[in-house]
Nanobody
Framework: QVQLVESGGGLVQAGDSLRLSCAASDPTRGAVTLGWFRQAPGKEHEFLASISWTGSKTAYADFVKGRFFIDRDIAKNTVDLEMNNLKIEDTAVYYC??????????????????WGQGTQVTVSS
């Protein structure tokens, strides 16, 4: 099992940048890919980005390419999401997750097996 704990959320203004962090336990034992999702009020979980712990591969949702960046720190067992030029529509609860899928880079909710509790990000005008 993988335990995940998110941090770094808060209230920011449109145009600001924010970096979210996710601390993971034993990421190379129970999962091979770590990712970030978000859930806005009344909506489903939305895939943002993922990174392969072993292969150092990344995948991004089209609407965040060039604005959001995912990275991992092997020594610290963390996966971070750097968000730039935040917009009001970015307001949501942000979750980190871990997947055991090995055939390809996962991007759907059902492909991720472990989830953190989430951290709130609110963007105001």
């Amino acid at each position: 099992q993988v335990q995940l704990v998110e941090s770094g959320g808060g209230l920011v203004q449109a145009g600001d940048s924010l970096r979210l962090s996710c601390a993971a336990s034993d990421p190379t034992r129970g999962a091979v890919t770590l990712g970030w999702f978000r859930q806005a009020p009344g909506k489903e979980h939305e895939f943002l980005a993922s990174i392969s712990w072993t292969g150092s591969k990344t995948a991004y949702a089209d609407f965040v390419k060039g604005r959001f960046f995912i990275d991992r720190d092997i020594a610290k067992n963390t996966v971070d999401l750097e968000m730039n030029n935040l917009k009001i529509e970015d307001t949501a609860v942000y979750y980190c997750a871990a997947s055991r899928v090995v055939a390809r880079m996962p991007y759907t909710y059902s492909e991720f097996d472990f989830w953190g509790q989430g951290t709130q990000v609110t963007v105001s005008s």
